[in-house]
């Protein structure tokens, strides 16, 4: 699995969030019962919690925005198990900027994703590239672009119905299928890109790929790196198949398949304000049925600021799930006769196995009183992590 959530302190489960409206950070520390906590401060910068225990062992943990440096807390452990709040440093003007990226409004602003088209064009003024993920060939470099674009919504289209008041006459040049029509016909230009939350949209002939019927495949391996966009005609190449590599480096950098469920989910809340998702692995007419490869999800907060082992993970989805076939089921069926509404959104395979895995792997280093809740499984799946 991707390396999201990094080491963790030994024999410690430790879980950390800013809540920005209380402006301060909550805390849970589950030790070993051979683990006799006897001071808890923060150090000088303000950015980091010191245990020490009652040999003098100092453990250090993250937190997610500084609080106030040298703050000393009283340790009353329970049952191996420390909660606590602190106050955070009315002086970090991160504290504001994470208050106002919690905004609904703000959820649709696609700058702040990995490898965005803003990303993209700071990577091109330094002459990167994107080379195949298999054997490493340069696919794109960078200074060979000439214009690089976001993508509209994933969802544009349905939000036509929040666009107008009233619904233009369907014989209209500006009706919703005129419209809809229009923007499902555009291309890229000569050596330009379109970036989308997971994709790139590219002429692949201007690049070193090859098309071979649907597919889009890398010239040098024949790696299959994209597919044919039969609605439009163009070719989406997606960004878990590539690396990024820094100009004048060998160092190379990949982006997570679980963000294809991240940006979708986020897009579905923002202009459906649904909260309930069953999501499942995306199947050709071909494949078999499968009931197994799918969850039951609820998003229950976004833009969150958390610390889970010991790595920060930023703008994180808080996701409540289940995984059961006959708890999903039973969801289903009372969804029908309740006032509970829920979407379906469907996952290339590797990147449904990616977000699955995240969601467990978070789950399981929580804290006991962190990772459930009322017959929930709770896991976050963040958008950035350092």
Request: hydrophobic share 35%; proline share 5%; glycine share 4%.
């Given at each position: 699995?991707?390396?999201?959530?990094?080491?963790?302190?030994?024999?410690?489960?430790?879980?950390?969030?800013?809540?920005?409206?209380?402006?301060?950070?909550?805390?849970?520390?589950?030790?070993?019962?051979?683990?006799?906590?006897?001071?808890?401060?923060?150090?000088?910068?303000?950015?980091?919690?010191?245990?020490?225990?009652?040999?003098?062992?100092?453990?250090?943990?993250?937190?997610?925005?500084?609080?106030?440096?040298?703050?000393?807390?009283?340790?009353?452990?329970?049952?191996?198990?420390?909660?606590?709040?602190?106050?955070?440093?009315?002086?970090?003007?991160?504290?504001?900027?994470?208050?106002?990226?919690?905004?609904?409004?703000?959820?649709?602003?696609?700058?702040?994703?990995?490898?965005?088209?803003?990303?993209?064009?700071?990577?091109?003024?330094?002459?990167?590239?994107?080379?195949?993920?298999?054997?490493?060939?340069?696919?794109?470099?960078?200074?060979?672009?000439?214009?690089?674009?976001?993508?509209?919504?994933?969802?544009?289209?349905?939000?036509?119905?929040?666009?107008?008041?009233?619904?233009?006459?369907?014989?209209?040049?500006?009706?919703?299928?005129?419209?809809?029509?229009?923007?499902?016909?555009?291309?890229?230009?000569?050596?330009?890109?379109?970036?989308?939350?997971?994709?790139?949209?590219?002429?692949?002939?201007?690049?070193?790929?090859?098309?071979?019927?649907?597919?889009?495949?890398?010239?040098?391996?024949?790696?299959?790196?994209?597919?044919?966009?039969?609605?439009?005609?163009?070719?989406?190449?997606?960004?878990?198949?590539?690396?990024?590599?820094?100009?004048?480096?060998?160092?190379?950098?990949?982006?997570?398949?679980?963000?294809?469920?991240?940006?979708l989910l986020i897009?579905?809340?923002?202009?459906?304000?649904?909260?309930?998702?069953?999501?499942?692995?995306?199947?050709?007419?071909?494949?078999?049925?499968?009931?197994?490869?799918?969850?039951?999800?609820?998003?229950?907060?976004?833009?969150?600021?958390?610390?889970?082992?010991?790595?920060?993970?930023?703008?994180?989805?808080?996701?409540?799930?289940?995984?059961?076939?006959?708890?999903?089921?039973?969801?289903?069926?009372?969804?029908?006769?309740?006032s509970v509404q829920?979407?379906?959104?469907?996952?290339?395979?590797?990147?449904?196995d990616d977000f699955?895995?995240?969601?467990?792997?978070?789950?399981?280093?929580?804290?006991?009183?962190?990772?459930?809740?009322?017959?929930?499984?709770?896991?976050?799946?963040?958008?950035?992590?350092?």
């Amino acid at each position: 699995m991707s390396s999201v959530l990094g080491p963790s302190p030994p024999s410690i489960q430790y879980f950390s969030e800013f809540l920005p409206r209380l402006k301060t950070i909550s805390v849970c520390i589950k030790y070993p019962e051979n683990v006799l906590p006897k001071a808890l401060h923060t150090n000088e910068q303000g950015d980091m919690i010191i245990l020490v225990d009652n040999d003098g062992k100092q453990l250090q943990l993250k937190i997610p925005v500084r609080s106030i440096p040298n703050f000393n807390v009283s340790v009353t452990g329970e049952n191996g198990m420390l909660s606590f709040k602190l106050p955070s440093d009315p002086k970090d003007t991160q504290v504001e900027s994470i208050e106002r990226f919690r905004d609904i409004d703000t959820l649709t602003d696609k700058d702040s994703l990995p490898w965005s088209a803003k990303e993209m064009a700071s990577f091109k003024a330094h002459d990167d590239s994107f080379v195949c993920l298999k054997c490493h060939r340069t696919l794109i470099p960078l200074k060979s672009v000439r214009r690089i674009d976001p993508m509209p919504s994933e969802f544009w289209s349905e939000m036509m119905e929040f666009w107008h008041c009233h619904k233009p006459a369907t014989d209209s040049t500006n009706s919703y299928n005129s419209i809809n029509d229009r923007f499902n016909k555009f291309h890229p230009g000569d050596y330009n890109l379109i970036v989308g939350s997971h994709y790139i949209v590219l002429n692949p002939a201007q690049f070193a790929m090859t098309t071979i019927g649907e597919s889009c495949n890398c010239a040098g391996c024949n790696f299959q790196l994209g597919i044919k966009d039969t609605s439009t005609g163009n070719y989406k190449v997606y960004m878990w198949n590539l690396g990024h590599r820094v100009a004048g480096s060998s160092v190379i950098s990949t982006f997570h398949p679980y963000l294809q469920a991240f940006s979708l989910l986020i897009d579905s809340i923002s202009a459906t304000a649904i909260r309930f998702y069953v999501v499942k692995v995306k199947q050709s007419k071909d494949d078999a049925c499968s009931r197994s490869s799918r969850l039951l999800v609820w998003c229950f907060s976004f833009g969150l600021e958390v610390v889970i082992g010991n790595l920060l993970l930023h703008n994180s989805l808080k996701v409540m799930f289940k995984n059961s076939d006959t708890e999903i089921d039973e969801f289903v069926r009372q969804s029908k006769s309740s006032s509970v509404q829920y979407d379906t959104i469907e996952l290339d395979k590797i990147c449904y196995d990616d977000f699955a895995s995240e969601l467990l792997e978070t789950h399981q280093l929580l804290p006991d009183q962190q990772n459930s809740f009322n017959g929930w499984d709770i896991g976050y799946i963040p958008e950035r992590n350092s």
